[in-house]
């Protein structure tokens, strides 16, 4: 079946240390989106891929960064993870900007 | 701003019917999108309007109305495993998804 994969499902990090999130997906869709959502709040957009072209939003803090390395993978880099950093992330593909969003099942990210 | 308002939790009864209504103000319309998220886990998608009316798909219907920036989730039938929040998204002009913040739905025997 088409999917949209996350990896770990949960992780466990400390106060600064880096963390890397995965995405993966078998749809073949153009864009990928990274989301932050914590309990009982809309899901919050981190940045986004078309293909190759990034978009950050302009609220995305620095802390945050992202890779793409081919249609397929799409990485969520936290390079010095704070305690109001812990969250669900949420990796979302449609084929274009006009087409539904598909999210994968989501990381769920701890900080101590 | 951008805005998306729901009521933030909603009781109702196994095998009842439950209206959970969204209400949006944003910079363009490009269509609404309803997703159900149990708790721990991702949206899943439900439904898409893009023209005014009602969009009726099993259990769940989708009503939509631009002029009044209104739409609802019907959920018939209620069923326990419908206990879940319920996101509204707006796709504004360019294209970005607006969130709600979700209505929880608790289903009770």
């Known amino acids: 079946d088409a999917m949209v994969i996350q990896n770990p499902r949960y992780q466990v990090t400390q106060f600064g240390k880096p963390v890397t999130l995965s995405c993966s997906q078998t749809?073949?869709?153009?864009?990928m989106y990274w989301y932050q959502q914590k309990s009982s709040q809309a899901p919050k957009l981190l940045f986004h891929?078309?293909?190759?072209?990034?978009?950050n939003e302009a609220d995305t803090p620095d802390n945050f960064q992202s890779r793409r390395p081919n249609t397929s993978f799409c990485f969520l880099d936290i390079r010095s993870p704070g305690l109001g950093d812990a969250a669900m992330y949420l990796c979302?593909?449609?084929?274009?900007?006009?087409?539904?969003?598909?999210f994968g099942p989501g990381t769920r990210l701890t900080v101590l | 701003g951008q805005n998306i308002d729901q009521p933030t939790e909603m009781t109702a009864t196994e095998g009842a019917i439950v209206q959970i209504n969204c209400t949006y103000q944003?910079?363009?319309?490009?269509?609404l999108f309803w997703y159900q998220q149990h708790a721990g886990e991702a949206p899943t998608f439900l439904s898409y309007?893009?023209l005014d009316g009602l969009e009726e798909k099993g259990r769940f219907s989708s009503f939509l109305s631009r002029s009044k920036g209104y739409s609802y989730l019907l959920l018939k039938e209620l069923q326990m495993k419908d206990s879940a929040s319920y996101l509204c998204?707006?796709?504004?002009?360019?294209?970005?998804?607006?969130w709600g913040a979700g209505t929880k739905l608790i289903i009770k025997p």
């Open positions: 309007n893009v």
């Open positions: 944003t910079s363009g319309f490009n269509g």
């Open positions: 749809l073949n869709h153009n864009v």
């Open positions: 979302a593909t449609s084929r274009d900007f006009t087409d539904t969003q598909y």
């Open positions: 998204a707006v796709r504004d002009s360019n294209y970005q998804l607006i």
């Open positions: 891929y078309y293909d190759k072209d990034f978009n």
